[in-house]
């Protein structure tokens, strides 16, 4: 079974990074079967994705985002991670890591709520 966790700050300030963990188990991050996918909802509104790293480390963004999200990873760890530059209160929400496979199974972290605020 594979399972995910964020981790990470929950408070940013105006025009810092956000930094994020999203820590797998259960599968290697580095087996083409699976997608690892960063996406976010920020309070009352629905779901937004952010970007996708694949099997063999190719990065997608989202293009409302490209100009500042970076997404990594640290195969050795089983991690990728998200960075999120010059973050305003538009980024508050709670970020999600899932995985979808093949079959188009997704296995969903629990979320983290992050806050960008003074």
């Known amino acids: 079974q594979v399972q995910l966790q964020e981790s990470g700050p929950g408070l940013v300030k105006p025009s810092q990074t956000l930094s994020l963990t999203c820590t797998v188990s259960g599968a290697s991050i580095t087996t083409n079967y699976y997608g690892w996918i960063w996406i976010r909802q920020p309070p009352g509104k629905g779901l937004e994705w952010i970007g996708y790293i694949d099997a063999s480390g190719s990065i997608y963004y989202s293009p409302a985002l490209k100009s500042r999200t970076s997404i990594s990873r640290e195969t050795s760890r089983n991690q990728f991670a998200l960075q999120l530059n010059s973050v305003t209160p538009e980024d508050t929400g709670v970020y999600f890591c899932?995985?979808?496979?093949?079959?188009?199974?997704?296995?969903w972290g629990k979320g983290t709520l992050v806050t960008v605020s003074f």
């Open positions: 899932f995985a979808r496979d093949r079959d188009v199974i997704d296995y």
